[in-house]
């Protein structure tokens, strides 16, 4: 499939996948904080993971935009009190019900040449990847200021729980480091 089908899929039937993932929410029992939300207020929310997802494969937006717009998710879903770990297994079942509707549509079943196939696949898993590792980033960054700002640990003991290279804005460009590792380095 062409990456510009995918995003047209995604587009027209964002409300719909959406909301069986938040069927997916409900029939989990790990995901207590996220049952105590109404399915409007959960499809919202997931709308917005996946309307950036068809921009991100659109028109490829950098590693440091996802990077801004998953660090304030994870902040925000920090500040509502949601482990982590149920913020994570939300955004695994994005892709999960992403991948179950691409199959279903038979988008991933028609004559294309291997190397699209793999091409677009791989991005699919970069996309969610990072969208993984700057979530936990923007979680672990408002942990920490919520931790500083109640005084109780001091700077140095901060600093050993929160080592440098924890958060988004330290000064760190993850995205040249990004680079370095094999994994993330893929090319089809």
């Given at each position: 499939?062409?990456?510009?089908?995918?995003?047209?899929?995604?587009?027209?039937?964002?409300?719909?996948?959406?909301?069986?993932?938040?069927?997916?929410?409900?029939?989990?029992?790990?995901?207590?904080?996220y049952h105590a939300f109404r399915?409007?207020?959960?499809?919202?929310?997931?709308?917005?993971?996946?309307?950036?997802?068809?921009?991100?494969?659109?028109?490829?937006?950098?590693?440091?935009?996802?990077?801004?717009?998953?660090?304030?998710?994870?902040?925000?879903?920090?500040?509502?009190?949601?482990?982590?770990?149920?913020?994570?297994?939300?955004?695994?079942?994005?892709?999960?019900?992403?991948?179950?509707?691409?199959?279903?549509?038979?988008?991933?079943?028609?004559?294309?040449?291997?190397?699209?196939?793999?091409?677009?696949?791989?991005?699919?898993?970069?996309?969610?990847?990072?969208?993984?590792?700057?979530?936990?980033?923007?979680?672990?960054?408002?942990?920490?200021?919520?931790?500083?700002?109640?005084?109780?640990?001091?700077?140095?003991?901060?600093?050993?729980?929160?080592?440098?290279?924890?958060?988004?804005?330290?000064?760190?460009?993850?995205?040249?480091?990004?680079?370095?590792?094999?994994?993330?380095?893929?090319?089809?």
């Amino acid at each position: 499939m062409r990456r510009a089908q995918l995003v047209d899929m995604i587009h027209a039937n964002k409300g719909k996948l959406a909301a069986s993932w938040c069927q997916e929410i409900r029939n989990c029992e790990y995901m207590k904080t996220y049952h105590a939300f109404r399915d409007e207020e959960l499809v919202h929310r997931n709308e917005r993971a996946l309307a950036h997802l068809a921009d991100s494969l659109e028109v490829g937006t950098s590693r440091i935009e996802s990077g801004k717009f998953f660090v304030v998710l994870g902040k925000e879903r920090f500040r509502e009190k949601f482990p982590l770990c149920e913020v994570n297994y939300a955004l695994f079942l994005t892709k999960k019900v992403l991948w179950k509707r691409m199959h279903s549509d038979g988008l991933l079943a028609s004559a294309l040449d291997l190397y699209q196939a793999f091409e677009l696949m791989n991005a699919i898993c970069d996309f969610f990847d990072l969208a993984s590792f700057y979530l936990i980033r923007g979680y672990v960054e408002e942990m920490h200021h919520k931790l500083a700002r109640a005084g109780k640990l001091s700077g140095n003991e901060l600093r050993e729980v929160f080592p440098p290279g924890s958060f988004f804005y330290d000064g760190t460009r993850f995205d040249d480091e990004f680079q370095k590792i094999p994994f993330f380095d893929w090319h089809w």
